[in-house]
């Protein structure tokens, strides 16, 4: 798709708003928090009554983040003038609190950079170019004129680093260095964003690959790895990150394609994809009922796990067939 950025229409919402609630993704990322946060920081220095939400609330590994401790894990009460969606490419991505506030909103503003993003709500910030959504939040700021605090700078550098896995990806430009320099100079430490939300996971995340990677498989070009209820419940893990599987799955440079399996308490399954450029999954997760990007998608799909395998299998050898 391409950019639809509604920049006027975004500025004219905020105009007339004071109480704004902000919400993102469920199971969310470096790219989620640091939106939703930075975000949320800049419009307070803006004295907006800001409200930020996200099933769950924040994981441990972002909670240095600024306000991170406010962020609320539902929502019980309250009505706002405008809801801003960050990094959802869909109305159900946002979850419980997502749809709690936009049956008390009176706006929802769209704003992501997933190319798969369906356009729901009635402003959109979507721009599918940039490499993470506080890219888009970046961008925001600097078209009202913002300048950005440490604080807010810490959170944007946080998905710039995390969705691009460390400016590893293909989407990097000259361009994305340019705002991490502008990050830089606000004060944002990239050692420190760096460590602390893309490089440092707990021991559990070890015991977790000890018990999954005897099921990892190279097949076809495809690596894949299942993480069942009973791993995460013999050893304790049940809310433990997997330590970024996928990722190092998707290094072995005999793969195309990788994609790790787990198994949800509902016995639902999430799938996590990767690939390497030149192909794509991003297509692929969409028509599962999910979405991405070209190079990393995902999407939960109805069990059993046996079921759900055989169902992505053939789609994943598919794309490997079709090089983009
Ligand atoms: P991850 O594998 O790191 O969880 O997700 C990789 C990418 O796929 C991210 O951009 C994420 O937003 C997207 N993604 C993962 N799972 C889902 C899903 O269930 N639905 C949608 N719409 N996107 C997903
Ligand atoms: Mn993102």
Same mark, same amino acid.
């Given at each position: 798709?391409?950019?639809?950025?509604?920049?006027? *229409?975004?500025?004219?919402?905020? *105009?007339?708003?004071?109480?704004?609630?902000?919400?993102?993704?469920?199971?969310?990322?470096?790219?989620?928090?640091?939106?939703?946060? #930075?975000?949320?920081?800049?419009?307070?220095?803006?004295?907006?009554?800001?409200?930020?939400?996200?099933?769950?609330?924040?994981?441990?590994?972002?909670?240095?983040?600024?306000?991170?401790?406010?962020?609320?894990?539902?929502?019980?009460?309250?009505?706002?003038?405008?809801? $801003?969606?960050?990094?959802?490419?869909? *109305?159900?991505?946002?979850?419980?609190?997502?749809?709690?506030?936009?049956?008390?909103?009176?706006?929802?503003?769209?704003?992501?950079?997933?190319?798969?993003?369906?356009?729901?709500?009635?402003?959109?910030?979507?721009?599918? *170019?940039?490499?993470?959504?506080?890219?888009?939040?970046?961008?925001?700021?600097?078209?009202?004129?913002?300048? $950005?605090?440490?604080?807010?700078?810490? !959170?944007?550098?946080?998905?710039?680093?995390?969705?691009?896995?460390?400016?590893?990806?293909?989407?990097?430009?000259? #361009?994305?260095?340019?705002?991490?320099?502008?990050?830089?100079?606000?004060?944002?430490?990239?050692?420190?964003?760096?460590?602390? !939300? %893309?490089?440092?996971?707990?021991?559990?995340?070890?015991?977790?690959?000890?018990?999954?990677?005897?099921?990892?498989?190279?097949?076809?070009? $495809?690596?894949?790895?299942?993480?069942?209820?009973?791993?995460?419940?013999?050893?304790?893990?049940?809310?433990?990150?997997?330590?970024? %599987?996928?990722?190092?799955?998707?290094?072995?440079?005999?793969?195309?394609?990788?994609?790790?399996?787990?198994?949800?308490?509902?016995?639902?399954?999430?799938?996590?994809?990767?690939?390497?450029?030149?192909?794509?999954?991003?297509?692929?997760?969409? #028509?599962?009922?999910?979405?991405?990007?070209?190079?990393?998608?995902?999407?939960?799909?109805?069990?059993?796990?046996?079921?759900? $395998?055989?169902?992505?299998?053939?789609?994943?050898?598919?794309?490997?067939?079709?090089?983009?």
């Amino acid at each position: 798709m391409t950019a639809r950025l509604q920049w006027a *229409e975004a500025n004219a919402a905020l *105009e007339g708003a004071r109480k704004l609630l902000i919400v993102t993704h469920v199971s969310p990322d470096g790219d989620a928090i640091g939106s939703m946060l #930075g975000l949320a920081a800049a419009l307070r220095e803006r004295d907006y009554k800001v409200t930020t939400a996200v099933d769950g609330g924040v994981p441990e590994f972002l909670q240095f983040l600024p306000a991170a401790a406010r962020v609320e894990h539902r929502l019980k009460r309250g009505h706002w003038d405008v809801m $801003i969606s960050v990094d959802a490419s869909d *109305e159900e991505r946002s979850g419980i609190c997502g749809a709690f506030g936009r049956a008390r909103s009176q706006k929802v503003i769209n704003l992501d950079h997933h190319p798969t993003n369906t356009l729901f709500g009635d402003v959109h910030l979507v721009m599918p *170019e940039a490499v993470s959504s506080t890219e888009v939040v970046y961008e925001w700021l600097v078209r009202l004129g913002h300048p $950005i605090s440490q604080p807010v700078a810490t !959170a944007l550098l946080t998905g710039l680093v995390t969705d691009t896995m460390g400016f590893r990806t293909s989407n990097v430009t000259a #361009g994305t260095l340019g705002i991490v320099q502008k990050l830089m100079e606000a004060g944002a430490s990239l050692t420190d964003v760096t460590a602390r !939300a %893309l490089v440092a996971k707990p021991y559990t995340s070890l015991e977790l690959w000890k018990r999954v990677l005897p099921s990892v498989k190279l097949e076809q070009r $495809i690596i894949s790895a299942v993480v069942t209820q009973a791993d995460l419940t013999t050893v304790g893990l049940i809310d433990v990150t997997d330590g970024g %599987l996928v990722s190092l799955l998707a290094s072995v440079q005999e793969a195309v394609v990788a994609v790790v399996f787990k198994e949800t308490p509902e016995k639902r399954v999430e799938i996590s994809l990767r690939c390497k450029p030149g192909y794509d999954v991003g297509t692929v997760a969409f #028509g599962l009922g999910g979405g991405g990007h070209k190079q990393a998608a995902g999407a939960t799909i109805d069990g059993p796990l046996e079921a759900a $395998i055989a169902r992505v299998m053939p789609l994943l050898q598919a794309a490997v067939a079709a090089p983009v």
